[in-house]
């Protein structure tokens, strides 16, 4: 299997986790409030602090992003971009984004795709700080309670990361059991949750959220990304038995970004995409 060596050495357990409590919802995100206080009011309105969710259209403005590069120094296995900020109203295709804390206050992990005011398709990373919503959008989320998606420092690839840490109840409204998960590096991404779910007994489980990256990528509709360095989006996703052996298997419908700017999207083949820096997510247990 493809992999990458990061510059810090490996920690023993692969996959951050922690158990909690969620609820999904819907909310429409309100203009011309940044994207992350949108985000964040719409999460406190339902007692949550942290969580997942996806979109598709939206528009925003002003607008920055970062995508996929090479590392220039060395000390990263790749890195971002300069920041590009397009002019006029961008109009979102999809996304998906977690939200959690960093440095003591809220903040996101957002991967979409993208067109432009000047009709250039594109997609990335978009950056918290500079990011605005133009007109009212609707979101889908996911509310966890009992975890937070939390950046702290990652010494493995040298970058700011987040991951789920256990935290107070906030006392939000929950209907089903969840898991608050991070993906490490340089493991298949459906074998690493396959394996978690038989580990504790899951049979069935949706994926809410799913922002990430992997090495290159390889589409069960015989599509194949080259460059290594990718910023990808989870679109759809389920934990469930496949095949004539009743096996699980997860189904993993992705969009991403390589750092060439090439876009692709599909279901991934189970076995050969590993992780490049990091995969966080949300399971919700179904059986």
Not at 83 to 94: A, F, H, Q, S
Not at 148 to 167: H, I, Q, R, S
Not at 210 to 235: C, D, M, N
Not at 237 to 262: F, H, N, Q
Request: aromatic share 8%; charged share 20%; proline share 6%.
């Amino acid at each position: 299997m493809r992999n990458i060596k990061q510059p810090g050495a490996p920690v023993a357990e692969r996959i951050q986790w922690v158990e909690a409590r969620g609820r999904a919802f819907s909310f429409t995100l309100q203009a011309g409030l940044p994207l992350l206080e949108a985000v964040r009011r719409g999460f406190a309105a339902e007692g949550f602090a942290s969580g997942v969710l996806s979109f598709g259209h939206g528009t925003l403005g002003p607008f920055a992003y970062v995508m996929p590069a090479l590392s220039k120094t060395g000390q990263n296995a790749a890195f971002y971009s300069d920041t590009y900020r397009p002019m006029g109203v961008t109009r979102t295709r999809l996304g998906s984004m977690t939200l959690g804390m960093r440095d003591g206050a809220p903040f996101f992990h957002c991967h979409g795709l993208w067109t432009e005011a000047d009709d250039k398709t594109s997609g990335g990373h978009m950056m918290p700080d500079e990011t605005v919503v133009a007109e009212p959008f609707a979101v889908e989320a996911f509310g966890i309670d009992g975890a937070m998606f939390t950046a702290d420092p990652d010494p493995e690839t040298n970058f700011k990361l987040f991951g789920p840490v256990a935290a107070a109840s906030n006392g939000a409204r929950t209907t089903t059991r969840a898991f608050a998960l991070r993906l490490r590096p340089n493991q298949d991404f459906a074998g690493c949750l396959e394996q978690f779910c038989r580990t504790r007994g899951i049979s069935r489980a949706k994926i809410h959220g799913g922002v990430g990256s992997t090495i290159g990528a390889r589409f069960a509709h015989g599509g194949v990304t080259e460059p290594f360095a990718t910023e990808l989006a989870i679109t759809a996703g389920t934990i469930a038995p496949g095949g004539s052996s009743g096996a699980l298997e997860a189904v993993l419908e992705v969009a991403l970004i390589d750092y060439t700017g090439g876009i692709a999207e599909g279901r991934l083949i189970r076995g050969d995409n590993p992780v490049l820096m990091t995969m966080e997510l949300v399971l919700e247990v179904l059986g």
